[in-house]
């Protein structure tokens, strides 16, 4: 019984996989129509310019642009390599050909796809151009034709599932087509299609005396001979000449073995314990009353009842060397064993070369997709690069029974989209004005009628409404990538002020690890994880440092998680390979770097985990965010430090005190107090009658109050710690308290309170201040790099079920290549195996700068300006090297080894040329800040080959900077966050970013610096700047109601004091913040009403209308949530957004995000109702239709016909025109007879003749066969 | 003496099994020799003959279809074992569905075949008729009329031609020389259609499910750089329709 409830089951799975797993991986197209185009030009007349028009991958690649970020680049018809329809650049595009700049070829109309079709055959070709479409040619992409629909088309005893122009075409061919026995059945799906074919009735049909076939009764019908169902030919009633026999034979569209008779008829299911027995030949016996029932009868000598579900299917016993007990044919077995376990016939599972998920596939791994396919386990590689992941479910319920039965897919990884998700906002609060305009947009929605036809609909949308626009929070980028398949938070809590929450794949993508081309954006995407980790401290009270914030970053933790978070982002960082060889390309600097012991449990990871497989994912079920986006990490200093203890103010309050008692004894020191009346009214303070009583004591209290202040001074100048300077505060406090409670010096001198203070003044000397600047903890992730040398280049060929691959091959070793590619016989080899000859370096030529040159030296070069001395500060200095075979090189300002070295010479990949462009700063700036700093500079360059050998002894580049007095105002060579602002913005954060250290100051006036009221927050130090082109000020620039100039000026030298030595901007930096005189919404989303079919799916185009906002409107559509949206093919430029999509019938909700550039957003949905009907268009949209108005629902019906006086008079429910035909009712529109447009037609007819009459409505939509059949009598 | 006989018997015997052998090589030999000789039409007669020689031509003409992909040479195509496997759905750019550039691919098929042995059906109807002129006939020719036409299970060629053969005894006229060969095209061009239809539309073709469902045909794929090399093979008379298809390829890295 599970049996058959585990075959029926593989019916429906395989049947639906067809289309659930494509819809996983289906990428959606869309159609535009645009203005102008050639369209009278064919594709031949292309291709014919193209010599031969002949084309080959190799040219393919070697000419294809990566991506259209190149200059001009748009969608060229027919490029010079052939290519039709393929981004490239204009002058890559053949010159008469139609090119669009800036355009996606799926938005021209010369690369429109359609549909190509051909009714009469019934063949429907999807996708596809116009100019290539020999036939009639619609903008249904997807085809979603009538006549497209497929049926079962039977066949005597044989069935098909095609359309029926097919099916029409097949009986004609298989003799059924006479006196039109069609026999196409709608409302049959594909599975109970292949049933048909077993329930066919069939019979003896006996064609003359003795003679007989064993057919259909539809077959014997058109042979003209006597049926006689369920007989078989050797049935001795029958009297014909066909004898039983003890061959078999395999049989089209059935899995058994069959006897066969004398005649070569067909007989039953082969059982060898009745091939004597005269009553298994006389009528037909079911295969269910067969051997073997319900079983596949794999490799059973005996029985031939086969199922190629339950594992078995009739094959050639001599082919495959199996011994049956009669005939020629068994029921091959079609399970497989793999690994240990039995897999059926179909069953499909997923194989790994390691772990899995959690950003732990290991570089060159693949997802790899095994399939039981009558008895033969075949591969099929998921995409490389781990651009494709293998799902797989186990357990799948059919009727309320659970049945197992693997199965695997490859579907399209997402890790791109993750990644992208980072640059989303972070958790933004939610303002009044954006809760109102929230709520207002959505119950102006919620009064939609289309949509909520009921009070009680209303109500709800309402409700929700109000509950989705009252949350404080917009949806995050945590809550975006929980949501988006695929993806990952990952939180990175290192130390208490350096966390945060970063999106993930749970699959990284890989690398093209030797191709330069992708290089730079490797780099980019492994950036991300390059952070700085500042850990704050500050001196403890006896000296020595205490940690204020982050000390964890100073643990091997740091390096760990940051490793952990840059190999998640791809192939970066440190991380093994498929044969858990480690290598890593990473920099830690001031924290420990990864232990041996953490670096071997990596490999763990090139495993496969028994068990473990990528489950199809379910939005429903991800997890809800944690944690908060910190952005940039630059952890605050203070939030948590300990409140410290003011000294000054107690010494000073001591001082007061003893000031204000001192002025009742006006014997004392009246200088002393007449000063200090100056500062504060004492008088006020403390009543007249407190101070005469404690008025002896008081020139003692002033004194020690003096001496606190001064001890407390010479401390902090001596560089004393917080306890130190106290002693010696509190040493200066006794003696000044003995000087003035003394008459003399030598009265002084014998006090004892006097050799206190100076036994407290010495013992301050020990505890001296320690400096404790902040420790700046940097990770560096870079793309992984292979192993040095081709040791395990042989791996990669050792196992003929995962087929070596480039990726694969290079992740084995720098030095690994892959030959014969794509001769089927491909071989990961050692490149150059004994290799002992080191890379040589030499200077490059060609590159140059402004003002200066290169001079070549003994091993190296000097950078020199244009009369051979130094050069200016803080100038861009390109230098360039060349190798002698492809090599990795770094550099550094003293003679260190390589894997020491911490900058890199050009790119991460094995190179000839390596350039890098540097600037240095001024001497004098470092000099003054104590700074061993000098205008001589000499870098130490080495490289290394694939082998691991580095180039001999030490290349120098070296060059001067000229010293002397700074009289060069700083630079602002960049800036982040001018431009657009949202329309609730009232504040904007603008980065300034100068060539050298300086403070900024902005203002709405142009004035000069010190004039200027705004300051910027500059926290860069000297020597350590925090962006890669220089030093960084921040500012918070607020926003009015309309846009505003800003103006930003820059001082140098912010540690000189004197600001005349300072050199400001002589002219400011001017940027606008334009903010939009409306908010982005949504107008209109369409379609938003009932659509009308006739076929399984349509093609429908969802519009989305918008207004206000900034000059670039995006929208995205989701039918699941807000969570999860998809960008909408056709948007950003106009304001009406179109998807095309492929759609099948039910209630469909689709919900609309719209954004533009400044931030703001607005959210739409829009509900309908597609239902199948009895007419469908027949094409799509016509051009120049009205925006916004759908193509798809209008149907023609003729509503009234009468004959009168020779004339056939025609009322139809609209506009339209009408043909008839005499042919029959499928007639081409284009052979009809025209009778006229209009919603009242009539005709003259003859009488007796049979008209079949179509109408076509006023959009040009035609149903798929004759409103009409008439005869006029 | 009894003995002695026996044995004389047996070497009769011995020496009459050998000539025997000798006679049957020998006439093998003269048979396989005869078999190697071109069959003249006029051993067969003008229809047989043409029906052997353009059958011959078409069903080479079949399987340069198979091999390439629907085309004489392919015209767009990649490199890969060694053959050029041409593209029937492609799409340049990344991340896209493909083109389908070889729509109505049956009516492509005709039309190439067509024009692929058109030279090789006229080279027929000229060896038999030099083959008659040399036997003192008189061969008499009209215009061909000449199509080709992928069915189930058979590829029907309708060829028409008017050829008078006459000699002194008299004439004899011959018009239809139409024939079938059996190939699986057809039907292999069909799966091939839902393979292209399907990943034009969706990236991907579940081929094992469609063999599930239709066990006649093995479907094989290969991914070959950022293409997908498709194999779809008749298991019954294992010829296989060859071609490739770019949609939706990835980038590395980006």
Same mark, same amino acid.
């Given at each position: 019984?599970?049996?058959?409830?585990?075959?029926?089951?593989?019916?429906?799975?395989?049947?639906?996989?067809?289309?659930?797993?494509?819809?996983?991986?289906?990428?959606?197209?869309?159609?535009?129509?645009?203005?102008?185009?050639?369209?009278?030009?064919?594709?031949?007349?292309?291709?014919?310019?193209?010599?031969?028009?002949?084309?080959?991958?190799?040219?393919?690649?070697?000419?294809?642009?990566?991506?259209?970020?190149?200059?001009?680049?748009?969608?060229?018809?027919?490029?010079?390599?052939?290519?039709?329809?393929?981004?490239?650049?204009?002058?890559?595009?053949?010159?008469?050909?139609?090119?669009?700049?800036?355009?996606?070829?799926?938005?021209?109309?010369?690369?429109?796809?359609?549909?190509?079709?051909?009714?009469?055959?019934?063949?429907?070709?999807?996708?596809?151009?116009?100019?290539?479409?020999?036939?009639?040619?619609?903008?249904?992409?997807?085809?979603?034709?009538?006549?497209?629909?497929?049926?079962?088309?039977?066949?005597?005893?044989?069935?098909?599932?095609?359309?029926?122009?097919?099916?029409?075409?097949?009986?004609?061919? @298989?003799?059924?087509?006479?006196?039109?026995?069609?026999?196409?059945?709608?409302?049959?799906?594909?599975?109970?299609?292949?049933?048909?074919?077993?329930?066919?009735?069939?019979?003896?049909?006996?064609?003359?005396?003795?003679?007989?076939?064993?057919?259909?009764?539809?077959?014997?019908?058109?042979?003209?001979?006597?049926?006689?169902?369920?007989?078989?030919?050797?049935?001795?009633?029958?009297?014909?000449?066909?004898?039983?026999?003890?061959?078999?034979?395999?049989?089209?569209?059935?899995?058994?073995?069959?006897?066969?008779?004398?005649?070569?008829?067909?007989?039953?299911?082969?059982?060898?314990?009745?091939?004597?027995?005269?009553?298994?030949?006389?009528?037909?016996?079911?295969?269910?009353?067969?051997?073997?029932?319900?079983?596949?009868?794999?490799?059973?000598?005996?029985?031939?009842?086969?199922?190629?579900?339950?594992?078995?299917?009739?094959?050639?016993?001599?082919?495959?060397?199996?011994?049956?007990?009669?005939?020629?044919?068994?029921?091959?077995?079609?399970?497989?064993?793999?690994?240990?376990?039995?897999?059926?016939?179909?069953?499909?599972?997923?194989?790994?070369?390691?772990?899995?998920?959690?950003?732990?596939?290991?570089?060159?791994?693949?997802?790899?997709? $095994?399939?039981?396919?009558?008895?033969?386990?075949?591969?099929?590689?998921?995409?490389?690069?781990?651009?494709?992941?293998?799902?797989?479910?186990?357990?799948?319920?059919?009727?309320?029974?659970?049945?197992?039965?693997?199965?695997?897919?490859?579907?399209?990884?997402?890790?791109?989209?993750?990644? #992208?998700?980072?640059?989303?906002?972070?958790? *933004?609060?939610?303002?009044?004005? *954006?809760?109102?305009? &929230?709520?207002?947009?959505?119950?102006?929605?919620?009064?939609?009628?289309?949509?909520?036809?009921?009070?009680?609909?209303?109500?709800?949308?309402?409700?929700?409404?109000?509950?989705?626009?009252?949350?404080?929070?917009?949806?995050?980028?945590?809550?975006?990538?929980?949501?988006?398949?695929?993806?990952?938070?990952?939180?990175?809590?290192?130390?208490?002020?350096?966390?945060?929450?970063?999106?993930?794949?749970?699959?990284?993508?890989?690398?093209?690890?030797?191709?330069?081309?992708?290089?730079?954006?490797?780099?980019?995407?492994?950036?991300?994880?390059?952070?700085?980790?500042?850990?704050?401290?500050?001196?403890?009270?006896?000296?020595?440092?205490?940690?204020?914030?982050?000390?964890?970053?100073?643990?091997?933790?740091?390096?760990?998680?940051?490793?952990?978070?840059?190999?998640?982002?791809?192939?970066?960082?440190?991380?093994?390979?498929?044969?858990?060889?480690?290598?890593?390309?990473?920099?830690?600097?001031?924290?420990?770097?990864?232990?041996?012991?953490?670096?071997?449990?990596?490999?763990?990871?090139?495993?496969?985990?028994?068990?473990?497989?990528?489950?199809?994912?379910? $939005?429903?079920?991800?997890?809800?965010?944690?944690?908060?986006?910190?952005?940039?990490?630059?952890?605050?200093?203070?939030?948590?430090?300990?409140?410290?203890?003011?000294?000054?103010?107690?010494?000073?309050?001591?001082?007061?005190?003893?000031?204000?008692?001192?002025?009742?004894?006006?014997?004392?020191?009246?200088?002393?107090?007449?000063?200090?009346?100056?500062?504060?009214?004492?008088?006020?303070?403390?009543?007249?009658?407190?101070?005469?009583?404690?008025?002896?004591?008081?020139?003692?209290?002033?004194?020690?109050?003096?001496? /606190?202040?001064?001890?407390?001074?010479? +401390?902090?100048?001596?560089?004393?710690?917080?306890?130190?300077?106290?002693?010696?505060?509190?040493?200066?406090?006794?003696?000044?308290?003995?000087?003035?409670?003394?008459?003399?010096?030598?009265?002084?001198?014998?006090?004892?309170?006097?050799?206190?203070?100076?036994?407290?003044?010495?013992?301050?000397?020990?505890?001296?201040?320690?400096?404790?600047?902040?420790?700046?903890?940097?990770?560096? &992730?870079?793309?992984?790099?292979?192993?040095?040398?081709?040791?395990?280049?042989?791996?990669?060929?050792?196992?003929?079920?995962?087929?070596?691959?480039?990726?694969?091959?290079?992740?084995?070793?720098?030095?690994?290549?892959?030959?014969?590619?794509?001769?089927?016989?491909?071989?990961?080899?050692?490149?150059?195996? +004994?290799?002992?000859?080191?890379?040589?370096?030499?200077?490059?030529?060609?590159?140059?700068?402004?003002?200066?040159?290169?001079?070549?030296?003994?091993?190296? @070069?000097?950078?020199?300006?244009?009369?051979?001395?130094?050069?200016?500060?803080?100038?861009?200095?390109?230098?360039?090297?060349?190798?002698? *075979?492809?090599?990795?090189?770094?550099?550094?300002?003293?003679?260190?080894?390589?894997?020491?070295?911490?900058?890199?010479?050009?790119?991460?990949?094995?190179?000839?040329?390596?350039?890098?462009?540097?600037?240095?700063?001024?001497?004098?700036?470092?000099?003054?800040?104590?700074?061993?700093?000098?205008?001589?500079?000499?870098?130490?360059?080495?490289?290394?080959?694939?082998?691991?050998?580095?180039?001999?002894?030490?290349?120098?580049?070296?060059?001067?900077?000229?010293?002397?007095?700074?009289?060069?105002?700083?630079?602002?060579?960049?800036?982040?966050?001018?431009?657009?602002?949202?329309?609730?913005?009232?504040?904007?954060?603008?980065?300034?970013?100068?060539?050298?250290?300086?403070?900024?100051?902005?203002?709405?006036?142009?004035?000069?610096?010190?004039?200027?009221?705004?300051?910027?927050?500059?926290?860069?130090?000297?020597?350590?700047?925090?962006?890669?082109?220089?030093?960084?000020?921040?500012?918070?620039?607020?926003?009015?109601?309309?846009?505003?100039?800003?103006?930003?000026?820059?001082?140098?030298?912010?540690?000189?004091?004197?600001?005349?030595?300072?050199?400001?901007?002589?002219?400011?930096?001017?940027? #606008?913040?334009?903010?939009?005189?409306?908010?982005?919404?949504?107008?209109?989303?369409?379609?938003?009403?009932?659509?009308?079919?006739?076929?399984?799916?349509?093609?429908?185009?969802?519009?989305?209308?918008?207004?206000?906002?900034?000059?670039?409107?995006?929208?995205?559509?989701? @039918?699941?949530?807000?969570?999860?949206?998809?960008?909408?093919?056709?948007?950003?430029?106009?304001?009406?957004?179109?998807?095309?999509?492929?759609?099948?019938?039910?209630?469909?909700?689709?919900?609309?995000?719209?954004?533009?550039?400044?931030?703001?957003?607005?959210?739409?949905?829009? %509900?309908?109702?597609?239902?199948?009907?009895?007419?469908?268009?027949?094409?799509?949209? *016509?051009?120049?239709? %009205?925006?916004? %108005?759908?193509?798809?629902?209008?149907?023609?019906?003729?509503?009234?016909?009468?004959?009168?006086?020779?004339?056939?008079?025609?009322?139809?429910?609209?506009?339209?025109?009408?043909?008839?035909?005499?042919?029959?009712?499928?007639?081409?529109?284009?052979?009809?007879?025209?009778?006229?447009?209009?919603?009242?037609?009539?005709?003259?007819?003859?009488?007796?003749?049979?008209? /079949?009459?179509?109408?076509?409505?006023? $959009?040009? #939509?035609?149903?798929?066969?004759?409103?009409?059949?008439?005869?006029?009598? | 003496?009894?003995?002695?006989?026996?044995? =004389?018997?047996?070497?009769?015997?011995?020496?009459?099994?050998?000539?025997?052998?000798?006679?049957?090589?020998?006439?093998?030999?003269?048979?396989?020799?005869?078999?190697?000789?071109?069959?003249?039409?006029?051993?067969? +007669?003008?229809?047989?003959?043409?029906?052997? &020689?353009?059958?011959?031509?078409?069903?080479?003409?079949?399987?340069?279809?198979?091999?390439?992909?629907?085309?004489?040479?392919?015209?767009?195509?990649?490199?890969?074992?060694?053959?050029?496997?041409?593209?029937?759905?492609?799409?340049?750019?990344?991340?896209?569905?493909? $083109?389908?550039?070889?729509?109505?691919?049956?009516?492509?098929?005709?039309?190439?075949?067509?024009?692929?042995?058109?030279?090789?059906?006229?080279?027929?109807?000229?060896?038999?008729?030099?083959?008659?002129?040399?036997?003192?006939?008189?061969?008499?020719?009209?215009?061909?009329?000449?199509?080709?036409?992928?069915?189930?299970?058979?590829?029907?060629?309708?060829?028409?031609?008017?050829?008078?053969?006459?000699?002194?005894?008299?004439?004899?006229?011959?018009?239809?020389?139409?024939?079938?060969?059996?190939?699986?095209?057809?039907?292999?061009?069909?799966?091939?259609?839902?393979?292209?239809?399907?990943?034009?539309?969706?990236?991907?073709?579940?081929?094992?499910?469609?063999?599930?469902?239709?066990?006649?045909?093995?479907?094989? =794929?290969?991914?070959? =750089?950022?293409?997908?090399?498709?194999?779809?093979?008749?298991?019954?008379?294992?010829?296989?329709?060859?071609?490739?298809?770019?949609?939706?390829?990835?980038?590395?890295?980006?």
């Amino acid at each position: 019984m599970n049996r058959k409830i585990t075959a029926g089951f593989e019916m429906i799975l395989m049947i639906g996989m067809l289309f659930s797993f494509c819809y996983f991986v289906g990428f959606e197209e869309v159609s535009l129509v645009s203005g102008a185009e050639k369209e009278k030009m064919t594709i031949k007349d292309f291709l014919d310019k193209m010599g031969g028009g002949k084309l080959t991958e190799n040219q393919t690649w070697k000419n294809y642009p990566i991506s259209m970020n190149s200059e001009g680049a748009g969608c060229c018809f027919a490029s010079n390599e052939g290519q039709v329809c393929g981004t490239t650049s204009p002058e890559n595009c053949i010159s008469d050909s139609p090119f669009a700049e800036g355009a996606l070829c799926a938005a021209t109309s010369f690369c429109e796809k359609g549909c190509c079709y051909d009714d009469k055959s019934g063949t429907y070709d999807k996708n596809v151009l116009k100019f290539a479409c020999p036939a009639k040619w619609v903008k249904d992409p997807n085809c979603n034709l009538p006549g497209a629909r497929l049926g079962c088309c039977v066949l005597g005893s044989k069935t098909i599932f095609e359309t029926e122009g097919q099916c029409e075409v097949d009986s004609l061919v @298989f003799a059924m087509g006479d006196d039109d026995i069609v026999d196409w059945r709608t409302g049959v799906d594909e599975g109970a299609c292949l049933f048909l074919a077993a329930e066919q009735k069939e019979g003896a049909c006996v064609i003359r005396e003795g003679e007989c076939k064993f057919v259909s009764e539809a077959e014997c019908f058109s042979y003209g001979g006597d049926f006689a169902e369920g007989s078989l030919c050797t049935n001795p009633s029958l009297n014909t000449s066909c004898k039983m026999t003890k061959q078999t034979k395999c049989v089209d569209g059935k899995d058994g073995v069959y006897f066969v008779d004398s005649c070569g008829n067909v007989g039953n299911i082969y059982d060898s314990s009745r091939v004597e027995d005269v009553s298994y030949w006389d009528s037909v016996v079911q295969y269910n009353d067969s051997c073997g029932a319900g079983e596949g009868n794999g490799d059973s000598p005996s029985c031939g009842n086969c199922n190629r579900f339950a594992g078995g299917i009739c094959a050639s016993a001599s082919e495959d060397n199996f011994k049956v007990e009669v005939g020629s044919f068994y029921c091959r077995d079609t399970s497989c064993m793999f690994d240990g376990v039995k897999y059926d016939n179909g069953e499909s599972w997923c194989v790994y070369d390691g772990a899995i998920g959690n950003g732990n596939d290991v570089v060159g791994s693949r997802h790899w997709k $095994y399939v039981c396919s009558q008895g033969v386990v075949q591969i099929e590689p998921c995409a490389d690069y781990r651009n494709q992941i293998c799902v797989q479910s186990k357990e799948f319920e059919v009727d309320g029974k659970k049945v197992e039965f693997d199965n695997a897919a490859c579907i399209a990884n997402n890790w791109r989209e993750c990644i #992208n998700l980072n640059s989303e906002d972070a958790d *933004e609060v939610r303002t009044e004005a *954006e809760k109102k305009a &929230c709520t207002e947009s959505r119950t102006k929605l919620c009064g939609n009628y289309t949509l909520y036809p009921s009070n009680a609909d209303k109500i709800n949308c309402l409700n929700l409404a109000a509950s989705d626009c009252a949350s404080d929070k917009k949806v995050r980028m945590v809550d975006k990538c929980s949501a988006t398949l695929n993806c990952r938070v990952e939180k990175v809590a290192i130390a208490d002020k350096f966390t945060f929450d970063v999106c993930l794949p749970k699959y990284p993508g890989g690398f093209a690890l030797n191709d330069a081309r992708y290089q730079t954006t490797a780099e980019r995407l492994c950036g991300m994880a390059s952070q700085t980790c500042t850990v704050v401290r500050a001196s403890k009270k006896w000296g020595g440092c205490r940690y204020v914030a982050n000390q964890n970053c100073l643990s091997e933790t740091f390096g760990q998680e940051m490793n952990d978070f840059c190999r998640g982002l791809g192939d970066c960082g440190g991380s093994v390979n498929i044969v858990g060889e480690w290598s890593g390309n990473y920099i830690i600097r001031n924290s420990p770097g990864l232990s041996e012991s953490w670096i071997a449990k990596l490999s763990i990871f090139a495993t496969p985990v028994p068990g473990q497989f990528a489950e199809v994912e379910d $939005y429903s079920e991800y997890l809800a965010a944690a944690g908060v986006w910190g952005g940039a990490v630059t952890p605050t200093v203070g939030g948590e430090e300990e409140k410290s203890f003011d000294f000054t103010s107690i010494g000073v309050g001591v001082a007061g005190l003893g000031l204000a008692i001192g002025a009742a004894n006006p014997d004392m020191k009246g200088a002393i107090f007449s000063m200090a009346r100056n500062f504060i009214p004492f008088d006020k303070i403390l009543p007249e009658s407190f101070i005469k009583v404690i008025g002896p004591y008081s020139g003692a209290m002033i004194g020690a109050g003096i001496g /606190f202040v001064v001890g407390q001074m010479l +401390g902090q100048y001596l560089g004393l710690s917080e306890g130190g300077s106290m002693l010696m505060g509190l040493g200066g406090a006794a003696i000044g308290a003995a000087y003035m409670l003394s008459p003399t010096m030598t009265v002084m001198l014998a006090t004892p309170l006097f050799w206190v203070g100076v036994a407290l003044i010495v013992i301050s000397l020990f505890f001296g201040r320690s400096k404790c600047p902040p420790i700046e903890v940097d990770f560096e &992730c870079k793309p992984w790099q292979a192993p040095v040398g081709g040791n395990d280049c042989e791996e990669c060929n050792d196992d003929p079920l995962k087929p070596c691959s480039r990726y694969r091959c290079e992740s084995l070793g720098a030095g690994c290549e892959l030959i014969n590619e794509g001769s089927g016989d491909e071989l990961c080899v050692d490149g150059n195996p +004994g290799d002992a000859t080191p890379p040589i370096i030499h200077r490059q030529t060609g590159i140059d700068f402004e003002g200066g040159d290169y001079e070549d030296g003994e091993n190296g @070069f000097s950078i020199v300006n244009d009369r051979g001395g130094c050069v200016l500060a803080y100038t861009p200095l390109p230098i360039g090297i060349v190798t002698s *075979e492809p090599a990795q090189c770094k550099f550094d300002v003293a003679v260190k080894d390589f894997d020491d070295m911490v900058f890199s010479l050009g790119g991460n990949s094995y190179l000839y040329n390596h350039t890098a462009v540097f600037n240095l700063p001024d001497p004098s700036h470092g000099q003054s800040q104590g700074s061993n700093w000098t205008g001589d500079l000499s870098l130490y360059v080495k490289c290394r080959d694939r082998y691991g050998l580095e180039s001999p002894g030490i290349y120098e580049i070296k060059t001067c900077v000229i010293e002397g007095e700074d009289v060069t105002a700083p630079k602002i060579v960049a800036s982040e966050g001018i431009g657009n602002v949202g329309f609730d913005v009232t504040s904007k954060d603008v980065m300034i970013v100068t060539n050298e250290l300086a403070t900024c100051k902005w203002d709405l006036r142009d004035v000069d610096y010190s004039e200027m009221g705004n300051d910027m927050v500059c926290g860069d130090s000297l020597g350590a700047p925090s962006n890669a082109l220089g030093y960084v000020c921040n500012g918070v620039f607020a926003i009015g109601n309309s846009s505003n100039n800003y103006y930003v000026r820059c001082m140098d030298q912010p540690w000189e004091n004197d600001t005349s030595k300072r050199n400001a901007n002589a002219q400011s930096f001017v940027f #606008n913040l334009v903010k939009p005189s409306s908010k982005i919404s949504i107008d209109k989303i369409k379609p938003d009403n009932i659509i009308e079919i006739n076929t399984d799916f349509t093609t429908i185009d969802l519009k989305v209308a918008t207004s206000g906002g900034g000059v670039n409107h995006f929208c995205s559509y989701s @039918f699941s949530g807000y969570g999860s949206m998809i960008e909408m093919f056709e948007t950003g430029d106009a304001r009406t957004h179109v998807q095309t999509l492929n759609v099948g019938t039910g209630a469909k909700k689709i919900y609309v995000e719209c954004s533009d550039e400044n931030g703001d957003v607005a959210r739409g949905l829009t %509900e309908f109702r597609v239902v199948q009907g009895d007419f469908n268009v027949q094409g799509g949209e *016509e051009e120049g239709e %009205e925006e916004g %108005e759908e193509g798809i629902s209008s149907i023609i019906t003729i509503t009234r016909i009468w004959e009168e006086q020779g004339r056939m008079n025609l009322l139809l429910n609209g506009a339209g025109e009408c043909r008839y035909s005499f042919t029959g009712c499928k007639f081409d529109w284009e052979d009809g007879v025209s009778i006229g447009e209009g919603d009242a037609l009539s005709f003259s007819v003859d009488y007796g003749k049979k008209y /079949f009459i179509q109408c076509e409505d006023k $959009y040009g #939509n035609l149903p798929s066969r004759c409103l009409a059949e008439i005869v006029a009598i | 003496m009894g003995e002695k006989n026996g044995k =004389r018997a047996q070497v009769t015997i011995f020496i009459i099994v050998a000539i025997m052998i000798v006679v049957v090589i020998l006439g093998l030999i003269y048979l396989m020799n005869r078999g190697g000789e071109a069959v003249r039409p006029s051993d067969l +007669g003008p229809r047989d003959f043409i029906a052997g &020689c353009v059958g011959d031509v078409v069903r080479d003409s079949v399987d340069k279809m198979l091999e390439n992909g629907g085309e004489i040479l392919p015209s767009q195509a990649i490199s890969y074992q060694g053959n050029e496997w041409g593209y029937l759905c492609y799409q340049a750019d990344f991340y896209q569905g493909c $083109y389908n550039i070889h729509p109505m691919l049956e009516l492509q098929i005709e039309s190439e075949i067509e024009r692929d042995t058109s030279v090789g059906v006229q080279s027929c109807f000229n060896s038999m008729r030099e083959d008659f002129e040399n036997r003192g006939y008189d061969v008499k020719g009209g215009a061909t009329e000449y199509s080709v036409d992928l069915l189930p299970g058979y590829v029907k060629v309708s060829l028409k031609k008017d050829i008078e053969i006459s000699s002194e005894s008299g004439a004899k006229s011959f018009n239809d020389f139409s024939l079938e060969v059996v190939s699986p095209i057809y039907n292999l061009v069909r799966v091939t259609r839902e393979i292209v239809n399907s990943e034009s539309q969706f990236c991907y073709f579940e081929y094992n499910g469609y063999m599930l469902l239709y066990p006649e045909y093995d479907i094989r =794929r290969v991914d070959y =750089r950022d293409s997908k090399m498709y194999r779809v093979i008749d298991r019954r008379s294992g010829d296989e329709f060859k071609f490739a298809v770019r949609s939706c390829a990835f980038a590395p890295g980006i």
